[in-house]
T-cell receptor, first 114, second 112 residues
Framework: AQTVTQSQPEMSVQEAETVTLSCTYD???????LFWYKQPPSRQMILVIR??????QNATENRFSVNFQKAAKSFSLKISDSQLGDTAMYFC???????????FGTGTRLQVFP | DVKVTQSSRYLVKRTGEKVFLECVQD?????MFWYRQDPGLGLRLIYF???????EKGDIPEGYSVSREKKERFSLILESASTNQTSMYLC???????????FGPGTRLTVL
């Protein structure tokens, strides 16, 4: 079975600090996409960052970057210079190339405090 | 920007009622999805559709059905609502295949 594990149900970080959210996954597929989604309190789920498994270079989007370790099946999200608006639930997900089904982890609730 | 809208943000229904949740996307996406979100369980796929009138079961289809008569609209139907269907329901769409999915704001359904 293909699974995604987020081992940190809750995390907190002080404003302007850096935090890393962990994600591991299990699949026998070689080609797939990986995603981090953000769901702010009572607001819409939005895409934070996307990584293609065949690309060795880690994806970055402004203050958000990933550490993709394909052999270890690890896909962590680093948030630099944390802001109050980063407070949200973060979901890690992956989808093999040959399917339409996105597989989600159980989420990490991140609280950024002043 | 992709826009995915859902007909209601909050809905309260009684056990046994038939419930319709509507989702509309404006980007001509082929794929549309219905998920259920529960604390500690993440998002679980109920049904998805890859074309008009086409549908496939997800991981938890029991108690649900779907309808896709037009490309932009995907409906989730609870034939006879039960209290264990109280949850947050999220709709999503993607262009095709393994492309990025874009989500609607969600409908929080309470079944009394």
């Amino acid at each position: 079975a293909q699974t995604v594990t987020q081992s940190q149900p809750e995390m907190s970080v002080q404003e302007a600090e850096t935090v890393t959210l962990s994600c591991t996954y299990d699949t026998s597929e070689n080609n797939y996409y990986l995603f981090w989604y953000k769901q702010p309190p009572s607001r819409q789920m939005i895409l934070v960052i996307r990584q293609e498994a065949y690309k060795q270079q880690n994806a970055t989007e402004n203050r958000f970057s990933v550490n993709f370790q394909k052999a270890a099946k690890s896909f962590s999200l680093k948030i630099s210079d944390s802001q109050l608006g980063d407070t949200a639930m973060y979901f890690c997900a992956f989808i093999p190339y040959n399917t339409d089904k996105l597989i989600f982890g159980t989420g990490t609730r991140l609280q950024v405090f002043p | 920007d992709v826009k995915v809208t859902q007909s209601s943000r909050y809905l309260v229904k009684r056990t046994g009622e038939k419930v319709f949740l509507e989702c509309v996307q404006d980007m001509d996406h082929e794929n549309m999805f219905w998920y259920r979100q529960d604390p500690g369980l993440g998002l679980r796929l109920i049904y998805f559709s890859y074309d008009v009138k086409m549908k496939e079961k997800g991981d938890i289809p029991e108690g649900y059905s779907v309808s896709r008569e037009k490309k932009e609209r995907f409906s989730l139907i609870l034939e006879s609502a039960s209290t264990n269907q109280t949850s947050m329901y999220l709709c999503a769409s993607s262009l095709r295949g393994a492309d990025t999915q874009y989500f609607g704001p969600g409908t929080r359904l309470t079944v009394l």
